[in-house]
C-alpha cells in the first residue's frame, strides 16, 4: 500500500478556490475506483497543530495499491490539478504503513504488508480523533502543551495539522529522526503523557487511531521547509 499526503498552500486570492474545491473534488475522489481511501482536509495555521485554522493551507491524503496508480493520480487527477493550479507550495509525502491501530470514519484505512520492513531510521506518524463535542473546549485547553512540547522534543523534525473539521476532526502528522525520538515525546514527556492520561479519564474522543509509517519519498517544501534537502530522506 502506498500512502500519500499533500499540503498545499493556497494565495490569499485564491483561497475561494480552495472551499469550491473541497466540495467539488469529493466527487472525481469518490469516483476513483483505484483509491481506496481519501481525506479532502483543513489544516491549523500555518499547516501546524493546534492553532486555528488557516485558510490557505488544505491537504489531501490517498491510500492507493500500486505505485503506478499513486503516480497516475498525481500526473493526471482532477484534484491534484486544482491543488497545483490555485496553490503557491506544495508538500507530498509517499508512506509506507508499519502499523495501525483504531479506526478513522469507522474505517481501518491503512493495510500493513507483513513483508513491511523500515529501511530508514526516519519515521512518520498520524495520530487522528474524532472529538466528542461536549469534550471540545476541554480538549483544546490541553492539547496546546502538549503540541508545544512536541516541536521542542529531541529528534522531531516536522509537524502539520490537519482535519476535516477544525473542531471536532483532528489529525496530526510528525517525521522524526527514529521511532525512539517518538516514543520518548509519547511517553516520557510531561506534557504529552499527561494529555493521554487525560484522553482516557475524561473520554475525549469517540474515535481515534494511531499510524506509524516508513518514508519513502518527500517532493516540495512545507512553510519553505524542504525535508529532502535537510534531512536526506
Not at 521542542?152 to 527514529?178: M, R, Y
Request: aromatic share 12%; proline share 3%.
Amino acid at each position: 500500500m502506498i500512502v500519500a499526503l499533500t499540503i498545499t498552500k493556497f494565495n490569499r486570492i485564491t483561497i475561494p478556490f480552495a472551499f469550491l474545491g473541497m466540495a467539488i473534488l469529493r466527487i472525481p475522489l469518490w469516483l476513483n475506483t483505484k483509491c481506496k481511501f481519501w481525506k479532502l482536509m483543513g489544516s491549523g495555521k500555518d499547516a501546524q497543530v493546534d492553532l486555528p485554522p488557516d485558510f490557505r493551507h488544505w491537504a489531501i491524503l490517498t491510500n492507493w495499491e500500486t505505485r503506478q496508480d499513486c503516480d497516475a493520480f498525481y500526473k493526471k487527477s482532477l484534484p491534484i490539478k486544482w491543488f497545483r493550479l490555485f496553490g503557491s507550495e506544495e508538500f507530498t509525502i509517499l508512506l509506507n504503513p508499519l502499523s495501525s491501530h483504531g479506526l478513522w470514519s469507522g474505517k481501518q484505512p491503512f493495510v500493513v504488508s507483513k513483508n513491511s520492513i523500515r529501511s530508514t531510521d526516519r519515521i512518520a506518524v498520524i495520530t487522528r480523533a474524532a472529538i466528542k463535542f461536549s469534550k471540545v473546549k476541554d480538549f483544546r485547553s490541553n492539547i496546546k502543551r502538549a503540541a508545544a512540547a512536541m516541536r521542542k522534543a529531541d529528534g522531531f523534525i516536522l509537524s502539520a495539522g490537519v482535519g476535516e473539521n477544525p473542531l471536532l476532526d483532528q489529525a496530526t502528522f510528525s517525521i522524526w529522526t527514529d521511532a525512539q525520538s517518538m516514543k520518548n515525546y509519547a511517553y516520557k514527556s510531561h506534557d504529552h503523557s499527561d494529555v493521554i492520561k487525560l484522553t482516557r479519564e475524561r473520554q475525549w474522543y469517540s474515535e481515534e487511531l494511531f499510524a506509524r509509517f516508513e518514508i519513502i519519498e518527500t517532493n516540495g517544501t512545507l512553510n519553505g521547509l524542504s525535508i529532502a534537502t535537510i534531512n536526506n530522506v
